[in-house]
């Protein structure tokens, strides 16, 4: 039972600092630049919609 | 909640598998009932050297793996970002707006993760549900049913019961028997629970289930335990339902590559040992 709830602590403090990495990586993000990241996954992966936009009505 | 096992070598498992579903079956709506955060900045640890860092660097020797769609998307977000993807930002990645998307997690965070990152993507139909994930699914499964869809169903505990009474293998059952395709991933931590799940789905549909397993052997005494080491004896495995036959296929092709990639590989513990990757099917997939 000691083992499970020393598990559960060690689980508990990986996660929280798995949040407040995810944190400080979204704030370091937040640098303008998610219509190119959003354009250069359309290109490297083929979406379609990018792909209709680009060819016009 | 966050998966801290993120990167590990059973989350490359069900994320080879899911991206290639993803990839074949091109569903139209995606709902996931534990969705967890969408992207995890990577850690340089063991599980991690063997799990993802070793499978990128396996890859690139195997045409097989190199050819997947999860080693593009993976290889995309580390090095682009230094982030690995979750299994939503997977399924982003390749879908873009192409899909709307029901992404489920009880866990605020997670939701604020998965809303960002919906956001950064432009995604015009991305519902973040930060709610019982079961439950919300279950609703989701009737809606627009003309439309292509899959599920992704990823539990904690799989019999924990939600508050509208569904357990994650409850759900799997009504995925499997609606028609709409289902990628259902399970982990245990003895030999002897190989491929459980499999068998429990088994028992309660009749719809043709695929299950792809990957059990880890060696010599090594370390007892078994998914949640901190890849150890012998530890095992994870994917089932789907209602795919076609070339997914599946698929599926089995890169498991085999998989374990050739790691034949007698050494465990985070020092050891050595192997991956036995095994394929189970009760019938023709649709």
């Known amino acids: ?57 | 909640m966050a998966n801290p096992h993120f990167g590990k070598l059973a989350d490359v498992w069900k994320h080879v598998a899911l991206a290639e579903v993803v990839e074949l079956e091109r569903p139209r709506r995606y709902a996931e009932t534990h969705a967890g955060s969408a992207a995890y900045p990577i850690v340089h640890d063991a599980e991690r050297e063997f799990g993802i860092l070793r499978f990128l660097k396996v890859a690139a020797g195997s045409d097989l793996l190199a050819r997947s769609r999860y080693n593009a998307v993976t290889a995309f977000w580390l090095n682009d970002r230094g982030l690995y993807p979750g299994s939503a930002l997977q399924v982003m990645t390749i879908l873009g707006d192409d899909s709307s998307y029901l992404l489920c997690d009880m866990d605020p965070e997670s939701a604020a993760d998965l809303q960002y990152w919906g956001r950064e993507l432009n995604l015009s139909r991305c519902e973040v549900a930060q709610t019982d994930g079961m439950a919300a699914v279950a609703a989701w499964l009737g809606q627009h049913a003309d439309q292509p869809g899959l599920v992704h169903i990823d539990p904690f505990d799989p019999d924990a019961r939600g508050p509208a009474g569904y357990s994650a293998l409850d759900l799997a059952v009504r995925v499997a028997e609606s028609g709409t395709p289902l990628v259902y991933w399970y982990g245990y931590e003895e030999s002897s629970d190989q491929a459980w799940a499999y068998a429990r789905l088994t028992s309660r549909t009749r719809t043709p289930l695929w299950c792809g397993d990957v059990l880890v052997t060696g010599t090594s005494g370390t007892p078994g335990d998914l949640g901190i080491a890849t150890t012998p004896g530890t095992g994870f495995g994917v089932i789907l339902a209602n795919v076609h036959a070339g997914t599946a296929d698929a599926c089995t092709t890169l498991g085999n590559a998989l374990a050739e990639a790691y034949a007698d590989v050494v465990f985070s513990d020092g050891s050595r040992g192997s991956l036995n990757f095994t394929t189970r099917s009760n019938g023709q997939a649709v």
């Open chain 1, 1 to 57: 039972m000691t083992d499970e709830r020393s598990k559960d602590v060690d689980c508990a403090a990986a996660i929280a600092a798995l949040s407040e990495l995810q944190a400080r990586q979204r704030q370091a993000h937040l640098s303008g630049d998610a219509g190119a990241l959003t354009a250069r996954i359309a290109d490297d992966f083929g979406w379609c919609r990018m792909a209709n936009l680009a060819a016009g009505p």
